[in-house]
Structures are given as C-alpha cells and as structure tokens.
C-alpha cells in the first residue's frame, strides 16, 4: 500500500546535505533536497506517492546527499552518492487520491541548488561534466540516466527512483546544500 505523500498531487521531496508527484490527468511534483515542504498546488488527476517497499519507503522530506573531495581543493565537492527518491502515480478524484496505479510519464521542468541558506538559483537542465548538477531517474530497477524536459512514459506499476548527482561542485567545506527538482507528471489514461 501507498503512503499518499501529498493530496493535492504537488509536494517537496526535501534533502539536506552538508559537506560532513482521474480527472483531468496533470499533476506536478517538486523533489527537493533539504527538509521543509512548501505550500501544495491544487490537484488535477493524479497523486505522487512515495512507492511501498522501495529502499525503506524513504519519504521525499528524509533523503540524504553525501559530498566527498576527491582532490585538496576544500573548495569543490563530488556528489559521492545521494538517497533514492521513489514514487509512483495514483489517480485522483478531485483532491482525493485514489488506490489505483496509472501509466503516466513525467519529466524535469527545473532544477534550483541553494548554498548555506541563500536564494535557490536556477541550473541547467541535464548537463553532465564538471561543476554541473544532474537529477537522476530510474524506472522500475532500470538504470539511472538523465532526467531532461523531455517527457518519459512509464506504465502502471512502475517505480521511478530520483537522485542527485554532480562532480567538481563550487561547495566549500562545510557548506549546507539545498537541490531542488521540479517533476511534472501527468496521467496518461486519462490523457
């Protein structure tokens, strides 16, 4: 069974880090590494629920990122690894979450990283390489790539697993990190 993260279809997964998301068939879903939910959108056909099961059932307000140095510079950090964000889609009646799996797809509509309590700027999309920060998805045990604006299917039942990754980070020593992704995602049966 589901825990039903937020009923409006809209939620924050929250990590912090420091250096040490049927109706009308549209809903979108902001995955955020830190520790404080915003205030939820209104719910239009689908609910994102954390998935049953998956790596302890992590809620998306209890993931971790861990930074390492892989050089002297205490100036730039490496993403060694960050907690696995699962969710799946259920459909929604209203502002009601349903029981039900539904195929949909989803897809990175941005990506904002924050230092020590400062504004969240707004990073690219998908870049790969030194100093860049990349979202990372993976469907049902697949491997992790990417995740671009491009639209990604998935099928009833599957588990979409998100994570953050990035090498040569401007993050000095002690440092407290914010990276929030937002995911839009829509229910495809009803589309």
């Known amino acids: 069974m589901n825990k039903i993260v937020n009923k409006s279809g809209v939620f924050t997964a929250l990590l912090l880090a420091s250096a040490s998301a049927m109706a009308a068939g549209t809903s979108s879903g902001v995955f955020q590494w830190t520790g404080v939910a915003p205030a939820a959108a209104t719910n239009d056909g689908a609910c994102i629920v954390v998935a049953s099961g998956v790596n302890g ?11 390492h140095n892989p050089s002297a510079d205490a100036t730039t950090h490496d993403i060694q ?5 699962a969710f799946t889609v259920v459909s929604a009646t209203g502002a009601a979450c349903t029981e039900t799996q539904v195929p949909f797809n989803y897809q990175l509509t941005n990506l904002k990283v924050g230092v ?8 690219p ?3 790969a390489g030194a100093g860049a920060w ?11 790539t990417a995740l671009s ?4 299917d998935a099928a009833v039942n599957d588990v979409i ?3 953050v990754s990035g090498t040569e980070l401007g993050i000095a020593a002690g440092e407290t990190v914010v990276v929030q992704a937002f995911v839009l995602v829509n229910n495809t049966a009803t589309l």
């Open 81 to 85: 690894s960050s907690t696995e964000l």
């Open 149 to 152: 604006s491009t639209a990604v």
């Open 134 to 144: 990349q979202i990372n998805h993976s469907k049902s045990g697949q491997a992790a």
């Open 125 to 127: 999309l998908a870049t």
């Open 116 to 123: 020590n309590g400062g504004q969240l700027e707004t990073q």
């Open 161 to 163: 697993g998100l994570t």
């Open 57 to 67: 059932e992590v809620a998306h307000d209890s993931g971790v990122i861990t930074f």
